[in-house]
């Protein structure tokens, strides 16, 4: 993977089409290509092999297919690569090249893809079963996961119920998303979130998640995008944090049968 990743980037073409989606992720074909002294054909060429390297993946929503960043190959190269050197150093130099060269940016979705071996109907039932969720999460859902119903969320004794908490797509084996979670007291007590953090996140537009399923031969494809509407978001900066870890241990659970040891 790792050959096809460094084939990906070699091409100044390639990496034009991954700094569009840094600057805004969520692009369709055509937004991509306004600009680019690029024919379309060229384009989707071009974006193949970013699809086929991981370091972009795709969603649908209704008739366009839009184009997201995926930062995960990029930031296991890291690991691999700069792990026996100085990582804080490398990072802080890199935090200083961005603040000097890059604009503000105002992203609105965090997308992060994964394979797991497993089918799409044991996926969702760690998606939506709490026997699967408080293992791997420490959170249930009490809803009949029916498009428009609500959702409790239960979370170290802690019910968090909203009547804008509610189910928006219910697929099974290919399709669900919902409105994320109230940020009340008892939450931020149990998270260790302070009030000066929760009066942010209460004043934003509730967010929402989506996980797209598809099956890939003896794996399956898992996408989970994340959108806020509010710039800046707090809690998309939050989660954009928990999803890589979250979604790690789902992966382990349902390969291995384990969970992920404990943060020390």
């Not at 898992?222 to 979250?246: F, K, Q, Y």
């Amino acid at each position: 993977m790792d050959d096809a990743i460094f084939k990906a980037l070699a091409d100044p073409s390639r990496r034009t089409l991954l700094d569009s989606l840094n600057a805004r992720n969520g692009q369709t074909l055509r937004e991509l290509c306004a600009g680019l002294d690029m024919a379309r054909q060229s384009v989707s060429k071009h974006l193949a092999v970013l699809e086929a390297a991981h370091l972009v993946t795709t969603a649908r929503r209704g008739r366009e297919k839009l184009h997201f960043l995926d930062a995960a190959p990029v930031n296991a190269i890291a690991e691999r690569w700069i792990g026996q050197y100085d990582r804080e150093r490398a990072r802080a130099l890199a935090d200083l090249h961005r603040a000097w060269e890059l604009p503000a940016m105002s992203e609105s979705a965090f997308v992060y893809t994964t394979y797991i071996r497993t089918t799409p109907e044991r996926l969702w039932q760690a998606l939506t079963d709490p026997a699967f969720t408080r293992r791997y999460w420490g959170v249930a859902f009490e809803t009949d996961w029916r498009p428009g119903s609500a959702m409790v969320w239960e979370e170290k004794g802690a019910r968090t119920a909203d009547p804008d908490q509610v189910v928006l797509e219910s697929e099974p084996y290919r399709r669900l998303s919902y409105t994320w979670h109230a940020f009340t007291p008892q939450w931020a007590a149990n998270a260790g979130v302070d009030a000066d953090v929760l009066a942010r996140l209460a004043r934003e537009q509730r967010s929402h998640v989506t996980f797209e399923i598809e099956p890939l031969g003896d794996t399956v494809k898992l996408t989970v995008i994340h959108e806020a509407h509010d710039p800046g978001s707090t809690a998309l900066d939050m989660v954009r944090h928990g999803w890589p870890a979250l979604v790690s241990g789902l992966k382990t659970l349902l390969e291995t049968g384990e969970t992920l040891p404990e943060p020390r």
